[in-house]
């Protein structure tokens, strides 16, 4: 079993930046968190779950074009965890926030919300 528990989110305004976390769990988890590659997807108003950043085990790290420059993915693989530094957000960014593998596992987290609004 899995489990991903995302927070950090909320509202901010455009320019500005959130720090969102990601405590994966459960025995599958425990066992092979460190080998997997992490990542972050969005879900934004109406669209299709996309991947925004994701991460190897090695520390080589993707983002999608849009977040470039912008966002940051790291990881704490004694922690199980992942982060995702966001900055310089746009109204572009509301969006429901999850991690998860990549490949993903079926199983979702709630996800968090960014809102950038002023």
């Known amino acids: 079993q899995v489990q991903f528990a995302e927070s950090g989110g909320g509202l901010v305004q455009p320019g500005g930046s959130l720090n969102l976390s990601c405590a994966a769990s459960?025995?599958?988890?425990?066992?092979?968190?460190?080998?997997?590659?992490m990542a972050w997807y969005r879900q934004l108003p109406g669209k299709q779950r996309e991947r925004v950043a994701h991460?190897?085990?090695?520390?080589?790290?993707a983002y999608v074009g849009a977040v470039k420059g912008r966002f940051t993915i790291s990881r704490d693989n004694a922690k199980k965890a992942v982060y995702l530094q966001m900055n310089n957000l746009t109204p572009n960014d509301t969006a429901v926030y999850y991690c998860?593998?990549?490949?993903?596992?079926?199983?979702w987290g709630q996800g968090t919300q960014v809102t950038v609004s002023s």
């Open positions: 459960g025995s599958i988890i425990e066992q092979h968190f460190g080998i997997y590659i």
């Open positions: 991460l190897t085990t090695g520390g080589a790290s």
């Open positions: 998860n593998r990549l490949p993903p596992f079926e199983t």
